[in-house]
């Protein structure tokens, strides 16, 4: 009994804590891989799912190519953006909770008889 | 290393809680910690009395949960004892009071599927692994080493339970026994704790990383190419993949490694099976992996299929625009690698074919889409006759055939696909038989592509959804007609008494027939040289005594159909060019032996009346005879190692007839007659030497004629049979057709024209006039035969 105790204390304070600290890099990799971070950014400007408008030969179509293209652009700038900002705040998200996780870690063997007794006292 | 388990380690026993916490156990803590937070959180915002008491109670399960989570139910190694390093999976399995002994240990561990894993691709039962251990405690420490040893060989850090496994069975004496009594060996163990090792490192290092839910937001539409080609990527990544060591191999990496060196397009050369198809599919693995070079990350591989855009093409010019519209496609989304799969159908020539080359090239040299074509080098080869240009723009990447242990390894990968899709467990002695039999019977495809293709055939051959060695050999049996199963109890009756069923049909010449005979029965018992024809003979003797009717008989009896003689009249074979006629490939070569063995590679070979044959010809079966096999103009090896190779000549048949009727025995002038061939130049001793056996044929006697005769008349009722007449000569009649069919020069060859004169003219008169009716016997006697 006494080793086992010892066993997850010394894996607590010890390699529990180190994985806390790694899943940072963990977390964020896999954010960043689910919203196609380095694609979107890579592509921010491209036109949108690359539907782009050929010119004619007269100066009208070479102007209304480049307009449909701008416009074309602009909507994938959007949902680019949009898609980004999304991942951003889970990034921040992934952030703030990893940190409470990492502050929280070692007290929450000390909090625990401290909050059973207390909640009794109180 | 020699060490032992020990059970009260700290790892053993943090194994042992947390087997006894196991997943309930996990669950429960996690329900009341949900459960105690939802009941603080309440009491905190309502003001109820034990808020904080529910919060320590919620913080007090999640503690045991997260340590099981994260620590007890993976238990990684840490250090480089075995109790560091022994799996999860074997210490949970070890109780505190264990005994430490190898038959003890494997009964605690066989009920694991990694011991499975080894029992059923042995076919050994786990009552007989159990019988073959040890029960001494000292003989486990040398198990555990041997467990070690393979886990350092497969990099990695946990001995994994299949390790163990492996080490009891390759440090027991009495399992080694019982392997060998199954035609197995103990190096089929580490082959596959090695196999087992690979599955579990790509296992474990498989992670799919193929752009996330925003990729198709980056790149561009693509809905032709998902009508007119085949995303394999997204196919992998729908189905999983499963190409192992392929991903690994110089191919795939040589085209990463071009690609990444700013090819436009790589060309992937090779003979049919070599793995073309597999090593792009297994790029797509690669990529979806995200395992590739950063050129590479998040491409999508599609394959073009010829036949598919032509079938939905109306027209040439049709067919030009689906091309250009499909590569502009994939230009314009990016990230897209074209792959044209059996590419020279793409490059046909001739009326009604389709021809992308000149598309392609431009496509190629402006490097708009990165392309993988796929053929064989003589396609390549015609390619850069007919399109110079781009070929020069491709990038060539050869594969090379894998030697024998990685031919295994790809085997065992596509058996796991199978053991999956099919249902079926694949036996190692199957693959094993897989590799040896399709490399002897299948010329036209390489490895692995034939053995695969072999393995994938033998799962119809399945006992029990097992596909043992015995469902290849069923496999091979049915596809080439080759006998190399093991010789069943009826077929054993048959082998050891063919010279009485040879005899039915072949009067005397005992001595020929007895050396053949034995000849089909060594090879058939597996006692001779597999890398030699089953057996190769050279007949002597004059015309007419049987020579040519004993090489039917075999093919009749041994190889169970007359059609199963593949005859070559040598006076056909007297110029050089003929020689080659004989080497000739293409299915419109219906007088090349090589197509005739290869379609028919357990036959007869009759090369008759050889002292005709043009010299070459005589060389050429030098090769045969010595390597059992002979290579086409394309250097194509046809296998005649389950032929029968018999040569016939008339030489020297004046001085048997002569020395015969002097009362000498064969056997008595047989060496002398040798020694008198190679004198006068009629055969080259190395020829002469390289058969099994000279047989000499003696002429026969007019007492013999008279049973060719009786013989012959058995066909001729067989052929009457349809009428239901039957005839019967008297022993006057036989003799009077022996006497006028008799030709000492001849033997019984003009004894069937004398035969059809006698009894069949005889018979169809008496038909025709009405003398006969069914049913009736027709008796002959020699006033009746008209000769």
């Not at chain 2, 405690?137 to 393979?150: E, F, G, N, R, T």
């Not at chain 2, 015995?470 to 054993?492: F, I, L, N, R």
Request: proline content about 4%; glycine content about 6%.
């Amino acid at each position: 009994m006494f080793m086992l105790l010892t066993a997850f204390i010394s894996w607590w304070y010890g390699d529990g804590w180190k994985s806390v600290f790694s899943s940072y890099e963990r977390r964020l990799n896999d954010l960043s891989e689910t919203f196609s971070v380095r694609q979107l950014i890579r592509t921010l400007f491209d036109p949108w799912r690359r539907i782009i408008s050929y010119p004619g030969a007269s100066i009208t179509e070479k102007f209304r190519a480049w307009g449909d293209n701008i416009v074309s652009r602009a909507v994938g700038f959007c949902v680019r953006i949009l898609f980004l900002l999304g991942g951003l705040i889970s990034a921040i998200a992934i952030i703030i909770f990893t940190t409470v996780e990492i502050i929280i870690w070692p007290l929450i063997p000390i909090l625990i008889p401290i909050f059973l007794i207390g909640g009794l006292i109180i | 290393m020699s060490q032992t388990v020990n059970l009260s380690s700290q790892r053993a026993k943090e194994a042992r809680l947390g087997k006894r916490i196991g997943k309930t156990g996990y669950t429960i803590c996690v329900s009341v910690t949900v459960a105690s937070a939802g009941v603080s959180l309440f009491g905190l915002i309502t003001g109820f009395p034990f808020a904080l008491t529910f919060l320590g109670l919620s913080l007090l399960a999640l503690v045991p949960a997260l340590w099981w989570k994260r620590r007890l139910s993976v238990l990684p190694p840490k250090g480089k004892t075995l109790d560091d390093r022994l799996s999860l999976d074997v210490l949970v399995r070890l109780h505190s009071n264990q005994q430490m002994q190898p038959q003890a240990m494997w009964s605690s561990i066989q009920g694991h599927w990694q011991a499975q894993f080894f029992s059923n691709h042995l076919l050994v039962g786990m009552d007989a692994v159990t019988g073959s251990l040890s029960t001494d405690p000292a003989d486990l420490p040398a198990a555990l080493d041997v467990a070690a040893q393979i886990a350092d060989q497969n990099q990695s850090q946990t001995i994994e339970l299949g390790f163990v496994v492996a080490g009891l069975m390759l440090t027991s004496p009495q399992f080694e026994q019982l392997l060998l009594k199954i035609k197995s060996q103990p190096s089929d163990v580490m082959v596959m704790a090695n196999w087992l090792g690979r599955n579990l490192r790509e296992s474990r290092q498989s992670k799919q990383s193929f752009g996330g839910i925003g990729r198709d937001w980056a790149f561009g539409f693509t809905p032709l190419l998902n009508k007119f080609g085949q995303n394999l990527s997204l196919s992998i990544a729908k189905h999983g993949a499963h190409f192992g060591s392929l991903t690994q191999s110089d191919g795939v990496l040589a085209v990463e490694g071009a690609f990444n060196n700013n090819a436009g397009a790589v060309v992937l050369l090779g003979e049919d099976g070599i793995g073309k198809t597999n090593s792009v599919y297994a790029l797509a693995q690669r990529l979806i992996e995200g395992n590739t070079v950063p050129s590479l990350a998040y491409h999508q591989l599609f394959s073009l299929n010829a036949t598919d855009i032509t079938s939905q093409a109306r027209g040439a010019g049709d067919l030009e625009n689906i091309m250009i519209s499909l590569v502009n496609e994939a230009a314009h989304a990016k990230h897209i690698i074209l792959f044209f799969d059996n590419s020279q159908l793409f490059f046909a020539e001739g009326p009604g074919t389709f021809d992308a080359g000149q598309i392609l090239l431009s496509v190629v040299q402006s490097r708009a889409v990165p392309m993988i074509f796929a053929m064989s080098p003589s396609d390549f080869q015609r390619l850069r006759t007919h399109n110079q240009s781009l070929a020069s723009l491709l990038t060539p990447v050869t594969l090379q055939e894998p030697p024998q242990a990685k031919v295994m390894e790809v085997l065992e990968d596509a058996a796991v696909l199978m053991e999956n899709n099919s249902k079926v467990l694949v036996a190692y002695e199957a693959m094993r038989e897989a590799y040896s039999l399709s490399g002897r019977y299948n010329q036209d495809q390489a490895y692995p592509g034939k053995a695969i293709a072999l393995l994938e055939q033998s799962i119809a051959h399945s006992d029990n959804s097992i596909v043992s060695a015995q469902s290849v050999q069923k496999a091979v049996e049915q596809t080439y007609g080759v006998k190399v199963g093991s010789v069943a109890p009826t077929e054993a009756d048959a082998l050891l008494s063919l010279e009485d069923d040879i005899h039915k049909r072949m009067i005397n010449q005992t001595y020929a027939v007895s050396a053949v005979s034995s000849a089909l029965r060594r090879a058939r018992a597996g006692v001779t040289n597999p890398k030699r024809p089953i057996g190769s003979f050279l007949f002597l003797g004059p015309t007419g005594v049987g020579k040519t009717e004993l090489a039917k008989a075999i093919a009749s009896t041994y190889f169970k159909s007359e059609s199963s003689l593949i005859r070559l009249d040598m006076s056909e074979y007297q110029q050089p060019e003929d020689v080659q006629r004989l080497l000739a490939t293409g299915q419109n070569e219906t007088s090349s032996l090589l197509m005739s063995v290869r379609q028919q590679p357990f036959a007869v070979v009759l090369f008759d009346e050889i002292e005709k044959a043009h010299p070459n010809l005589l060389n050429l079966l030098l090769q045969l005879l010595d390597e059992g096999q002979l290579t086409d103009n394309s250097g194509k090896a046809a296998s005649f190692k389950d032929c029968v190779i018999i040569a016939t000549s008339n030489a020297s048949a004046q001085t048997i007839r002569e020395r015969v009727s002097r009362g000498e025995s064969l056997e008595a002038f047989a060496g002398e007659l040798t020694d008198e061939l190679i004198n006068s130049g009629q055969f080259k001793p190395e020829l002469l030497n390289r058969f099994d056996d000279i047989i000499l044929f003696r002429p026969l006697t007019p007492e013999e004629l008279g049973k060719v005769v009786q013989l012959m008349m058995a066909e001729i009722n067989q052929t009457l049979a349809s009428q239901n007449i039957a005839v019967e000569l008297t022993a006057a009649a036989v003799g009077a057709i022996v006497a006028k069919g008799n030709d000492p020069r001849l033997g019984a060859r003009p004894m069937r024209r004398a035969l059809q004169k006698a009894v069949e003219d005889t018979v169809a008169q008496k038909i025709l006039r009405g003398e006969t009716n069914p049913g009736d016997k027709i008796i002959l006697d020699a006033p009746d035969l008209t000769l």
